[in-house]
Nanobody, 123 residues
Framework: QVQLVESGGGLVQPGGSLRLSCAGSGRTFRRYAMGWFRQAPGKEREFVAAIIWSGGSTYYADSVKGRFTISRDNAENTVYLQMNSLKPEDTAVYYC????????????????WGQGTQVTVSS
């Protein structure tokens, strides 16, 4: 089992940057593929990015490709989401999640979720 805690959200102007962190507990953290999802008010939770256990492969939603970067540090049990060139439509609660499955872009593949961190992009 793994517990996840997100941090790093906040208010940022359009075009700005934020880095989200997700700290995981447990010695098995490195066995999990990790994903970031987001949910805006009145919308479904959607896939943002994912990274396999080794960090060797990453996946992105088309809407964030080229602007967001996912990475992980297994020694620190932490996964990051660097978000650049932020747009108002990126405003949402961002969640990290862990899975042992290989379908990393599918929200129902994930077994463990953090509590979420709010990101607001506004001038």
């Amino acid at each position: 089992q793994v517990q996840l805690v997100e941090s790093g959200g906040g208010l940022v102007q359009p075009g700005g940057s934020l880095r989200l962190s997700c700290a995981g507990s447990g010695r098995t953290f490195r066995r999990y593929a990790m994903g970031w999802f987001r949910q805006a008010p009145g919308k479904e939770r959607e896939f943002v990015a994912a990274i396999i256990w080794s960090g060797g492969s990453t996946y992105y939603a088309d809407s964030v490709k080229g602007r967001f970067t996912i990475s992980r540090d297994n020694a620190e049990n932490t996964v990051y989401l660097q978000m650049n060139s932020l747009k108002p439509e990126d405003t949402a609660v961002y969640y990290c999640a862990a899975t042992t499955r290989t379908i990393v872009a599918f929200r129902y593949a994930y077994d463990y979720w953090g509590q979420g961190t709010q990101v607001t992009v506004s001038s």
